[in-house]
């Protein structure tokens, strides 16, 4: 007689990028930063880091609060500060963490740059 057949096994739930990203951007402690490809490599992404700006960019509708202003470029620039409802609305949230922006590039970014990879 034959052996009834298993049932096939469930294939592993699907992840969501841009709710990965989001998880890691809450991670970032207040008065620190991070950039877009640090995400990206601690997710695997290695050069995703655009992927990452998308998301920031679409974390006004998470479900959960994101602090996208805490993510910059590499260099420690705001360059999404044109998607915030204000242009300076970026550099007030992390000058309300203590730290200071001039010309829209962060001050001392080797000091407050953290990166999950290391962190985590």
């Known amino acids: 007689m034959k052996k009834p ?7 592993p739930p699907q992840r969501n990028f841009f709710a990965d990203v989001h998880e890691v ?4 402690p207040p008065g620190r930063v991070t950039s877009y490809g640090a995400i990206a490599h601690y997710l695997g992404a290695r050069h995703g880091a ?5 998301a920031m960019m679409a974390a006004h509708t ?14 420690g620039q705001l360059t999404g500060r044109l998607h915030y409802p204000t242009p300076t609305a970026m550099q007030e949230a992390l000058e309300r ?14 000091k407050l ?7 985590l």
């Open 5 to 11: 057949a298993s049932p096939p096994a469930a294939p």
């Open 62 to 75: 998470a479900e959960q609060y994101v602090p996208a202003h805490r993510v910059l470029n590499r260099l």
């Open 113 to 119: 740059f953290w990166d999950p990879s290391r962190e």
């Open 25 to 28: 951007a809450r991670l970032i």
């Open 97 to 110: 963490e203590g730290i200071q922006v001039v010309d829209d590039q962060v001050v001392g970014l080797d």
């Open 50 to 54: 655009r992927m990452v700006g998308w």
